[in-house]
């Protein structure tokens, strides 16, 4: 057990005979964001659910500042949990569902109203305390929601796709907000998501979670420009995979690769060995540009446009190579001209936009 | 490893471990009795009661009659309630919500209110006839109806328009209209959009309030005995007459194991229909879909909804006044006949005792329908919500739909058989009148507080015990305040159904404990303006207790929970 405040060791959890959980490690360190994400199905929800005693682990421990809880039920363990739907209780105004928690630990009236108050200040819904939750927008609900959980002050909060039940739109408004809020409280908190960029975008770390195993941990960037296995860098939107068919040359800080691209410069930190094959050349989407001069210098990939949209900051371009492989990438709309469909493209890979993943972690 | 702290299990088995004995006390034991009764009379095997049964054809024309009296009343109920569904439904009308209550008012009234109003009407010296004798200037009654089918088949029509048009209504006017739209722009005319996309979305809606209907219907009780007269008979008036009158009590089992068949039979088909209609089409707010009622068709329109008003306000409305007016003066001398207990009087108490009786009796039946009706309800809920307890509900779910498929006078039958000798012998006890009227009311608790049950989000709970509530604190603060409506109109149902209950309580009351509508019925049984004023005068009263109720129920109705 390291110095976490919370740590969850070796958690399994299954139902009806389906694993959901298989033996799940990581820890939070005190006034951490840790973003739990992976797809539906992963476990994530679960695993939550775990944490704030809503459900029982089949295996394992859960510890939390040196305690063990997880024989302890939910409402006494102190934490926040805010479900994806807000779970806000219809029959109460808005300022007394963020109270519920705070009359639960038996504050004083005029404690809980001053705290209610600024707790809706907080969360920007000032004098919104006699309304009906049930005329609230999405935004709204989400917003007392968070207020209610957090009112308590719980050792913990646990937050449950906050953001899913809304609009593209709201959700980028919200979540630089959501994450102000969290940082501006000092809470230590766990937020699940489906969504990489929301986890990218909240998380002080992140924990990537598949088929009720932890696939990969660290920080967002870390994570996001070295995924471990094929699946976490599928996951973070990486089409590109080419299959490595031996390494070349090793200089100080990169390492020829070939594959059916021919030879490329990747760049690949010195102490870190290289993967054993069989292994996957991963070319994230922004990692190449229009080649200006494709007869100069390396990392030079030339094809044809079979697919070309443009998307406001960016082009979403295809190009198939003449081995057959099909490379999409984002290239911005500064600079170079994008060359029409159909014409022959002499792409420029960027060495540090290239990551090897081992076929097994 | 799943560890469940071990109050929480007990508690659990002990929710429908409660109700479960309470049935196998007051429902099977009773059933078996009926059953013993018909088939094992002398302790073993006898087919006497069949062959009894089979070779009278009296009885014959007693089924034959029971079946096509409910299909008349079937289709003459659909007849009219399907026109004032559609009217209801799509039509902006000013009032709208006066006539569904009106209508609901007529569905709730006492089986003994209503044969008395009808023969205030319609009887050989009620208002129609005395109108057609001073207009046509005749001494004698011009038509009689009671003691024909038709006053059966219009009450029945009376009672049962309601059952349509909330069910077919309410289904009609959250239709989707942008389906009826898209047929339209695709060609169909009205007629053949009504045929081909509005009739098939409607026809589980349809075939449910026919079969709820012709349930009533099949098993009416008051209405018949009342209104038939000697001449009519259903199956559930035959066991009366079998029991009360001629003490046959192995062909009366016979009768009750007939009806017990083809009511839970019928019971089972709704129940299906049920769950298909609550697969959710794309439902609209109705609002949206209400037009103005104007030109050529209103007229119509208005005509038809005028004329059911009418019959649905006409025999309640003679009641009251013929209560009050004895030629042409007002009067209250029939109120107060109910507080004297003359020397000849039919009843060993005043008529009045019989008010505070039904008024105990149905407080004690709404105490026992909720306990036993809330038990349930979570039994069943938390069934649902835990897959290891599936079972529970699966056998559970059918058990408290039986005592509802089960017909009232069937109910008494097997109580007066089986609770009259240890060793449960509550022959005596005043108790047994609400326990048999909480069989009948506790199943219509049970649908009240269900639904509302099973909407409460599990995770409002669980938001709950996450901010720090206990379970019993996460019960006071959410589940309460939440289905305690739900609870109140359920308590307001079960208290109105108990004071108008007729069926059960004619075989089961002792003459020390007569309910108001047992006193209403031989009040009607003797001779004399005297007593059938007191029966009107009973019957008003009984009427205003029931309307007063179903307006507290309306009151408190929490969305569109409860159907029937």
């Known amino acids: ?361 | 490893m799943k560890q469940e702290r071990w109050g929480e299990r007990v508690g659990r088995h002990f929710l429908w471990v409660i109700p479960l004995t309470y049935l196998l006390l007051f429902y099977f034991y009773p059933m078996w009795a009926i059953l013993q009764t018909s088939l094992f009379p002398e302790g073993h095997f006898t087919s006497e009661g069949i062959v009894g049964f089979i070779a009278r054809p009296y009885l014959w024309k007693v089924v034959w009659f029971t079946v096509w009296q409910a299909l008349a009343s079937t289709g003459l109920t659909l007849a009219v309630g399907l026109p004032t569904a559609y009217l209801l439904a799509r039509y902006r009308i000013p009032g709208k919500s006066l006539v569904q209550a009106l209508l609901t008012v007529a569905f709730v009234m006492p089986t003994v209110v209503v044969a008395t109003a009808f023969t205030a009407l319609l009887g050989p010296s009620g208002l129609v006839n005395d109108l057609l004798m001073s207009l046509l200037g005749r001494s004698e009654p011009v038509v009689v109806l009671t003691g024909t089918i038709w006053a059966i088949l219009l009450a029945h029509v009376f009672y049962n328009i309601a059952v349509v048009v909330r069910i077919v209504g309410s289904l009609w006017r959250h239709l989707d209209v942008q389906v009826e739209q898209a047929a339209a722009v695709l060609g169909a005319s009205p007629w053949r959009l009504f045929r081909e996309i509005t009739l098939p979305l409607l026809l589980p809606a349809i075939g449910a309030a026919s079969l709820l209907v012709f349930l009533f219907s099949f098993t009416s009780f008051g209405i018949v005995l009342i209104l038939g007269g000697a001449r009519y008979s259903t199956i559930e008036v035959e066991i009366y007459r079998q029991t009360i009158s001629f003490f046959n009590l192995p062909l009366a089992a016979t009768l009750s194991l007939l009806q017990m068949a083809c009511t839970f039979i019928v019971m089972v088909v709704y129940t299906r229909l049920q769950q298909r209609m609550s697969v959710p089409l794309q439902l609209r707010r109705a609002a949206a879909i209400e037009r103005p009622l104007g030109g050529r068709r209103a007229w119509v329109a208005w005509g038809l909804l005028l004329a059911v008003l009418a019959y649905e306000v006409a025999p309640l409305g003679v009641l009251a006044l013929r209560s009050v007016i004895v030629e042409g003066n007002l009067t209250f001398e029939f109120y107060r006949a109910l507080d004297t207990n003359p020397t000849r009087s039919v009843f060993h108490v005043k008529p009045s005792i019989a008010v505070r009786n039904s008024i105990l009796f149905a407080f004690a039946t709404m105490v026992i329908s909720l306990t036993i009706g809330t038990f349930s309800a979570y039994a069943l809920a938390l069934s649902a919500e835990q897959r290891h307890m599936a079972w529970v509900r699966r056998l559970f779910d059918p058990l408290i739909l039986l005592p509802l498929g089960t017909s009232a006078v069937t109910l008494g039958f097997g109580f007066i058989i089986a609770l009259d000798e240890p060793p449960l012998d509550l022959r005596t006890s005043p108790l047994l009148i609400p326990i048999a009227h909480s069989l009948v009311a506790f199943p219509f608790v049970v649908r009240t507080i269900l639904p509302v049950l099973r909407s409460i989000d599990p995770h409002l709970r669980e938001a709950a015990a996450t901010l720090g509530a206990s379970p019993w604190r996460i019960w006071r603060e959410i589940d309460m305040p939440i289905v305690s409506r739900a609870a109140l109109v359920g308590a307001v149902f079960a208290f109105a159904i108990s004071m108008g209950e007729f069926g059960a309580t004619a075989l089961v009351a002792r003459p020390e404990y007569p309910t108001m509508p047992v006193v209403i019925y031989r009040f009607l049984g003797q001779p004399g303006q005297r007593n059938y004023g007191q029966a009107l005068a009973m019957s008003t009263l009984l009427m205003l207790v029931t309307a007063a109720g179903f307006l507290l129920i309306e009151r408190f109705r929490y969305r569109d929970i409860g159907e029937f």
């Open chain 1, 1 to 361: 057990m390291d110095n976490s405040l919370l740590f969850v060791e070796n958690i399994y959890k299954s139902f009806d005979n389906q694993p959901v959980l298989r033996g799940i490690t990581f820890g939070v360190s005190q006034g951490a964001i840790v973003a739990l994400l992976g797809p539906s199905g992963s476990g994530k929800s679960t695993l939550l659910r775990c944490i704030a005693g809503l459900e029982q682990p089949d295996r394992g421990a859960i510890w939390f500042d040196g305690q063990r809880i997880d024989t302890v039920p939910p409402h006494a363990r102190g934490f926040g949990l805010m479900f994806q739907q807000y779970a806000l209780f219809p029959h109460r105004t808005v300022a007394e569902n963020v109270a519920f928690g705070l009359r639960m630990q038996g504050w004083p009236r005029d404690r809980i109203q001053q705290r209610v108050a600024e707790m809706l200040a907080l969360v920007g819904l000032e004098g919104y305390e006699s309304r009906d939750v049930l005329d609230l927008s999405g935004g709204e609900q989400q917003r007392v929601a968070l207020a209610r959980s957090l009112a308590p002050q719980p050792r913990l909060l646990m937050l449950d796709e906050p953001l899913g039940a809304l609009d593209r739109a709201l959700r980028d408004r919200l979540l630089d907000e959501v994450r102000g809020i969290l940082k501006h409280v000092g809470v230590t908190a766990l937020y699940v998501t489906h969504d990489q960029q929301e986890a990218f975008a909240v998380g002080d770390w992140l924990v990537l979670l598949h088929e009720g195993r932890i696939v990969q941990q660290g920080m967002p960037e870390m994570v996001y420009r070295r995924p471990e296995t094929p699946f976490a860098a599928q996951f973070f939107g990486i089409e590109n995979m080419l299959q490595v068919e031996r390494y070349g040359e090793r200089s100080r800080d990169g390492v020829l690769v070939e594959t059916a691209l021919g030879p490329l410069w990747v760049a690949w930190p010195a102490e870190m060995p290289m993967p054993t094959l069989p292994a996957w050349l991963a070319l994230r989407p922004e990692a190449a540009h229009i080649a200006e001069h494709p007869d100069t210098g390396a990392n030079v990939v030339q094809g044809i446009m079979v697919e070309r949209s443009f998307r406001g900051p960016f082009f979403h371009i295809r190009v198939r190579h003449r081995s057959g492989v099909d490379l999409v990438f984002d290239v911005t709309t500064t600079g170079t001209d994008i060359p029409p469909l159909g014409a022959s493209v002499a792409l420029r890979v960027r060495p540090d936009g290239m990551w090897l993943v081992p076929e097994v972690a």
